[in-house]
């Protein structure tokens, strides 16, 4: 159970990072975007289950597991950028875009596309 929402917050927090670069997509990305627009109210709550799940198994595989494996390590890069989001002041969590187009912002966007292929590798990897 712990696996599969490590696994979803991979996705789902992958999927909020990285909608600078989905609604770029042609005839989707309109549809996308209010999607994340629905979802970044819960950021918070998949940046602390990702942070959770991740550290748990962080622990886990670095004590008694084969090795430390790549779910863990980017479902806590994707639960500590979604919370820096959060703790930021002033940042408007309805538009999940955001303004600017820096150079952090576009490696978090590709940071979230990682995110959302490892999450999908780690449903269909066995533990």
Known sequence: ML?????????LGGFLLAIGLLIKI???GDDLAKAAAKL???????GIVALVTGGYFLIVHLTTGPHLFHFEVVAIITGVLLLMDRVRAGRNTE???????????????IFGVIAIIVGFQGLFTPN
């Not at 970044?40 to 998949?46: L, R, S, Y």
């Not at 538009?95 to 966007?109: E, H, I, R, W």
């Open 3 to 11: 696996s599969l929402l490590l696994d979803l917050s991979n996705i």
């Open 26 to 28: 042609p005839n989707v």
């Open 40 to 46: 970044a109210q819960f950021g918070w709550v998949i």
């Open 95 to 109: 538009d999940p875009v955001g303004s600017g187009a820096s150079a952090f912002t576009t490696f978090v966007a």
